[in-house]
T-cell receptor, first 115, second 118 residues
Framework: AQTVTQSQPEMSVQEAETVTLSCTYDTSESNYYLFWYKQPPSRQMILVIRQEAYKQQNATENRFSVNFQKAAKSFSLKISDSQLGDTAMYFC????????????FGQGTILTVHP | GAVVSQHPSRVICKSGTSVKIECRSLDFQATTMFWYRQFPKQSLMLMAT?????????EQGVEKDKFLINHASLTLSTLTVTSAHPEDSSFYIC??????????????FGPGTRLTVL
């Protein structure tokens, strides 16, 4: 079975600085997708970024980028120029290529951005 | 992006009663919907996967007679918590999977329902 591990229960960062959230996963599948979701205090799940395993290039979305290390099964999220609105719980998630939508979530990391 | 709604957003009920939560995909057809349960400061726990017109697939440890799921159309899935007890109090989130101009399905989340059983 696939597992996703986030080893940082809580992180904090100063506004305008950069922070990296860690995620490792375990799978025997060759085709899969990885995601980072943000859950702010409103508890609405928001997709931050998505990476397709067969793509070597790391995905980027504005201030958010990932470091995808397929061999190491590592998928970290870097947030640049942190903003107060980035304060949220962040979840790393995995979807197998044949599972079509079924997500396996990590434990989550609570990120607090301080002014 | 695609929108998924949940109703109600908050419900308080007495122990022993049943509660129904609706999940709707507003602007796309969702062949698959998922139901999650989340405790405070914890991750989402998948309860079941529902496909339109067929029986839901429940995750191990989830009581199918307790949590009834119906997926009657491509835009509506319902979760009924039967004979609710205080331990069923939680935040329930649904998501809908669909192809929105992409080659692989994306999962879109509803805003969640907070259930409190007295």
């Amino acid at each position: 079975a696939q597992t996703v591990t986030q080893s940082q229960p809580e992180m904090s960062v100063q506004e305008a600085e950069t922070v990296t959230l860690s995620c490792t996963y375990d799978t025997s599948e060759s085709n899969y997708y990885l995601f980072w979701y943000k859950q702010p205090p409103s508890r609405q799940m928001i997709l931050v970024i998505r990476q397709e395993a067969y793509k070597q290039q790391n995905a980027t979305e504005n201030r958010f980028s990932v470091n995808f290390q397929k061999a190491a099964k590592s998928f970290s999220l870097k947030i640049s120029d942190s903003q107060l609105g980035d304060t949220a719980m962040y979840f790393c998630a995995y979807a197998g290529g044949t599972s079509y939508g079924k997500l396996t979530f990590g434990q989550g990391t609570i990120l607090t951005v301080h002014p | 992006g695609a929108v998924v709604s949940q109703h109600p957003s908050r419900v308080i009920c007495k122990s022993g009663t049943s509660v129904k939560i609706e999940c709707r995909s507003l602007d796309f057809q969702a062949t698959t919907m998922f139901w999650y349960r989340q405790f405070p400061k914890q991750s989402l726990m998948l309860m079941a996967t529902s496909n339109e017109g067929s029986k839901a697939t429940y995750e191990q440890g989830v009581e199918k007679d307790k949590f009834l799921i119906n997926h009657a159309s491509l835009t509506l899935s319902t979760l009924t918590v039967t004979s609710a007890h205080p331990e069923d109090s939680s935040f329930y989130i649904c998501s809908a999977s669909g192809f929105i101009g992409t080659s692989q399905p994306e999962q879109f989340f509803g805003p969640g329902t907070r259930l409190t059983v007295l």
